[in-house]
Nanobody
């Protein structure tokens, strides 16, 4: 089964940028729709954005639209999340997930990474 490992998290100041990566274990990565979710302390897991398997389309949650960009490299088996103009409310553990369709519901994704912590603070 495909395995996913997130990296790139850390501490960033408000207004700054950070790029997360999600490394997949094998080439079946290119057949999956991929998504990023996040979970802040004491809150439910929240959809961030998704990208089609072919990378021809993306869709973002309203709080991150126009600030975050999802991309993928199907040769390197890697998913990315470019985070710009971050705010304190972006603080969370960020998870990548793989599924058969690009949907907003977490239940639509079968394979999950273990997450990477992003903290936005001055």
């Amino acid at each position: 089964q495909l395995r996913l490992v997130e990296s790139g998290g850390g501490l960033v100041q408000p207004g700054g940028s950070l790029k997360l990566s999600c490394q997949a274990s094998d080439g079946s990565f290119s057949t999956y729709a991929m998504a990023w979710f996040r979970q802040a302390p004491g809150k439910e897991r929240e959809f961030v954005g998704t990208i089609w398997a072919t990378a021809k389309a993306t869709y973002y949650a309203e709080p991150v639209r126009n600030r975050f960009t999802i991309s993928r490299d199907n040769v390197k088996n890697t998913l990315y999340l470019q985070m710009n103009s971050v705010i304190v409310e972006d603080t969370a553990v960020y998870y990548c997930a793989a599924g058969s369709q690009a949907v907003v519901e977490a239940t639509g994704y079968d394979i999950w990474g273990r997450g990477t912590q992003v903290t936005v603070s001055s």
